[in-house]
């Protein structure tokens, strides 16, 4: 008789799990399996390189995780400015949000470490650099105490300098007034070359630029198209410096609700669209390039002796800045090794 009731028992759960009732699992696990989470994902640009980074994250994560998360993106700078967006991801109000990282400066000033001029040279050195494994685990877990937990971090592209007037040579940069990231990094870089630095949320620079508050910006050349700056300023100068880093940082609470495989997947396909994005951003940053010039602006490029004498002046700023805290000046010296190995690297 109790051979019979068991039998029974196991035919009745089989049954029920061939039927997909799920009645062999736990009440808690089959719930986490079923419900839905929303990841909103907020970003300063639009119709840019990291942009581009979200589409590709958004649509992976959403086929990977079967629909269980639904990914909304907010592109310029819609639920806020910089610093907004960032407290909205500190609690929770955004679950990811997508900037250079040394806009989080006011949370750890570690964040500026990608910002120091002369860094890299380049878009392969710059690739390399957050491909080290010691620089990587450093930027992506400076949020942990934060209220966030690091996403992914990679190379965008180099800073160009919009400007009112052209600037051929460093002399001409002199008394000029020009936006730069909020980083003790690149104020004091560009206090070096006389110009006066006034840190600013990318969606201010386009008024400020037509109002004359400031006589130009550094940033990427996607934002200075996208933007349509050209209605402002008429001048791009190549400056290369710094270069132009992108981080992605979830809120840690959202990211400790979701079961296990999700969290997993979070993070994994973040790492696959790094891979996916670096052979794309050189070359959209190439053809922005041409749209700038087809539109009737004018690009300008320092020569090799002008941009020696630039490199020189900056040269000693990230030693200069991280010495005056402790936890900085190590952190420089982690990154400023893994960037000279990536200078090295062939």
């Known amino acids: 008789m109790q051979f019979l009731k068991a039998k029974k028992l196991v035919c009745a759960v089989v049954a029920a799990g061939a039927l997909g009732l799920g009645a062999v699992l736990p009440s808690g696990q089959a719930q986490a399996q079923q419900q839905t989470y929303l990841m909103k994902i907020s970003t300063p640009t639009v119709h840019d390189i990291p942009n581009v980074w979200i589409d590709g994250y958004a649509a992976m994560l959403e086929k990977d995780s079967g629909g269980r998360i639904k990914v909304q993106v907010f592109p ?67 949020g942990a105490d934060k209220g966030l937990h690091g996403l992914s971090v990679w190379y965008a592209t180099p800073n160009v300098l919009i400007s009112r007037t052209p600037l051929h040579d460093v002399a001409d940069f002199k008394g000029k007034k020009v936006r730069v990231f909020a980083s003790p990094f690149q104020t004091v870089a560009f206090e070096r070359l006389g110009i006066t630095p006034v840190a600013m949320s990318l969606g201010d620079v386009l008024p400020a630029l037509q109002q004359g508050a400031i006589d130009g910006s550094i940033t990427g050349i996607g934002p200075i198209v996208k933007f349509h700056m050209i209605d402002a300023a008429k001048y791009v100068t190549e400056i290369n410096q710094p270069s132009i880093f992108i981080i992605e940082e979830v809120n840690q609470k959202w990211y400790e609700a979701l079961p296990k495989d999700l969290q997993q997947l979070v993070d994994s396909d973040a790492a696959k ?29 320092l020569s090799p002796a002008e941009h020696a004498k630039m490199m020189k002046i900056l040269a000693g700023v990230g030693t200069e800045v991280s010495s005056k805290t402790p936890t900085l000046a190590v952190a420089y010296k982690i990154v400023s090794q893994a960037a000279k190995h990536a200078a090295a690297s062939k």
């Open 76 to 142: 310029a700078s819609q639920l806020g400015s910089i610093p907004r967006q960032i407290e909205g991801t500190q609690f929770g109000s955004i679950q990811c949000v997508q900037i250079p990282p040394e806009f989080m400066v006011g949370l750890d000033a570690r964040f500026q470490l990608l910002a120091a001029p002369g860094l890299v040279d380049s878009e392969i050195e710059g690739q390399r650099l957050v491909a080290n494994p010691a620089v990587r685990k450093l930027m992506l877990g400076l």
């Open 273 to 301: 669209e790094d891979a996916a994005i670096a052979p794309m951003a050189g070359k959209m940053a190439d053809e922005y390039l041409q749209e700038w010039k087809a539109a009737g602006g004018t690009l300008i490029k």
